[in-house]
Antibody
Framework: QLQLQESGPGLVKPSETLSLTCTVS??????????WGWIRQPPGKGLEWIGSIYNSGSTYYNPSLKSRVTISIDTSKSQFSLKLSSVTAADTAVYHC??????????WGLGTMVTVSS | SYELTQPPSVSVSPGQTARITCSGDALPNQYAYWYQQKPGQAPVVVIY???ERPSGIPERFSGSSSGTTVTLTISGVQAEDEADYYCQSADSSGTYWVFGGGTKLTVL
C-alpha cells in the first residue's frame, strides 16, 4: 500500500523559509502515471493546492504562491520537497503531500502542522 | 484566479438525500473530483472524473455534471457521512488545480 509521510520543522520564524519533505513508500515515485503535490489547510479553513511536480521535474504552482514556492523531486530517495520563502503568520497550516492520478489526489500523507511565529 | 464555489453548509436528516453543488466556469471542460474530510484526517476521494466512484466508496455516493455546475449526491445519508466535502478541478488550461471552499455536511 502506498504511503506518504511529511517531515520538517513544526515552527518557522516570520520572513524565513519553510522546508518540508515528503517520503513515498510502497510505490514508485518515478512512475510516469503520476504527479506529486503539496496541499495546505490553515486551521479551521479549507484546502489550498500549493503546487505539483512530475517525475521529470516539471513543476506547476498556484499563481497566488508562485513567487515564493519551489518544489523539487529526488527519485533516488523517493522524496519530493517543498520550500516556501518569506513566510508570514498566514502560512500557518497543516501541510499535506499527495499523489495525483487520473483518480484525483488519491493518496495523502497525514499532514504536518507548521506554525509561523517568532 | 480561478475559483470553485460551494455552499458553506448543507443539513439533512438521516435517510434523506444530500446534494452539494460546486460551480466553476471551466467545469464544462475539466473533470471534477470530490473529497470527504473528517476532523483530524486527510481527505479521501469519493468521486473522480465527475461521476466515477473509487472502489470501497459506498454506492450512496454519486456525482453528476451539468454545464458549469457539478453535484455530489449522497442518497440515504448516514450519520457517518457527516464531514466536510471539497470539490476539486483544474483551470481551463488544465495546468492549475483548485479546490472549492468546502461544504460542511451536518446530519441532523
Amino acid at each position: 500500500q502506498l504511503q506518504l509521510q511529511e517531515s520538517g520543522p513544526g515552527l518557522v520564524k516570520p520572513s524565513e523559509t519553510l522546508s518540508l519533505t515528503c517520503t513515498v513508500s510502497g510505490g514508485s515515485i518515478s512512475s510516469s502515471r503520476y504527479y506529486w503535490g503539496w496541499i495546505r489547510q490553515p486551521p479551521g479553513k479549507g484546502l489550498e493546492w500549493i503546487g505539483s511536480i512530475y517525475n521529470s521535474g516539471s513543476t506547476y504552482y498556484n499563481p497566488s504562491l508562485k513567487s515564493r514556492v519551489t518544489i523539487s523531486i529526488d527519485t533516488s530517495k523517493s522524496q519530493f520537497s517543498l520550500k516556501l520563502s518569506s513566510v508570514t503568520a498566514a502560512d500557518t497550516a497543516v501541510y499535506h503531500c499527495a499523489r495525483i492520478a487520473t483518480g484525483g489526489f488519491d493518496f495523502w500523507g497525514l499532514g504536518t502542522m507548521v506554525t509561523v511565529s517568532s | 484566479s480561478y475559483e470553485l464555489t460551494q455552499p458553506p453548509s448543507v443539513s439533512v436528516s438521516p435517510g434523506q438525500t444530500a446534494r452539494i453543488t460546486c460551480s466553476g466556469d471551466a467545469l464544462p471542460n475539466q473533470y471534477a473530483y470530490w473529497y470527504q474530510q473528517k476532523p483530524g484526517q486527510a481527505p479521501v476521494v469519493v468521486i473522480y472524473k465527475d461521476s466515477e466512484r473509487p472502489s470501497g466508496i459506498p454506492e450512496r455516493f454519486s456525482g453528476s455534471s451539468s454545464g458549469t455546475t457539478v453535484t455530489l449526491t449522497i442518497s440515504g445519508v448516514q450519520a457517518e457521512d457527516e464531514a466536510d466535502y471539497y470539490c476539486q478541478s483544474a483551470d481551463s488550461s488544465g495546468t492549475y488545480w483548485v479546490f472549492g471552499g468546502g461544504t460542511k455536511l451536518t446530519v441532523l
